[in-house]
């Protein structure tokens, strides 16, 4: 994956889990401080205080389960789908081949945000 240098939009794909792990290493190289993860909106983070926008697209809806299970336990997804938002931890860990970009024994923890958005109609009442 190419990794951008500079503090900006993060060259998001698929919004797969494993992308969200590099983008989560990218994140703390750049002094973020927090990750807020929204179905339905762009991925956003804390930095120096100020909210900054990190994905050009939107974060798909119908993957907040799947990438909930997989980055932070099975125990989340109940509360997030029921519309309360979850504080929770992440943590990477460095291997010895480098994943990440992380080295063996390198890890980085941010908090994250996680927030399953959901769409409400409302009826345009007649007069």
């Given at each position: 994956m190419n990794i951008p240098d500079e503090f900006g939009l993060f060259p998001f794909q698929r919004f797969t889990a494993d992308e969200?792990?590099?983008?989560?290493?990218?994140c703390a190289a750049h002094k973020v401080s927090d990750v807020d993860l929204t179905g339905?909106?762009?991925?956003?983070?804390s930095r120096f205080g100020r909210r900054v926008r990190?994905?050009?697209?939107?974060?798909?809806?119908?993957l907040m389960s799947s990438l909930i299970d997989e980055?932070?336990?099975?125990e989340v997804i109940p509360r997030v789908l029921a519309g309360n938002p979850v504080d929770r931890t992440i943590q990477?860990?460095?291997d010895a081949s480098g994943r990440y970009g992380l080295k063996r024994g390198e890890r980085i923890r941010l908090r994250s945000h996680l927030i399953q958005a959901h769409l409400v109609r409302r009826r345009k009442q007649s007069q």
């Amino acid at each position: 994956m190419n990794i951008p240098d500079e503090f900006g939009l993060f060259p998001f794909q698929r919004f797969t889990a494993d992308e969200l792990r590099h983008f989560f290493v990218w994140c703390a190289a750049h002094k973020v401080s927090d990750v807020d993860l929204t179905g339905g909106s762009p991925v956003s983070v804390s930095r120096f205080g100020r909210r900054v926008r990190c994905s050009s697209a939107t974060l798909p809806t119908t993957l907040m389960s799947s990438l909930i299970d997989e980055l932070f336990g099975r125990e989340v997804i109940p509360r997030v789908l029921a519309g309360n938002p979850v504080d929770r931890t992440i943590q990477i860990n460095g291997d010895a081949s480098g994943r990440y970009g992380l080295k063996r024994g390198e890890r980085i923890r941010l908090r994250s945000h996680l927030i399953q958005a959901h769409l409400v109609r409302r009826r345009k009442q007649s007069q």
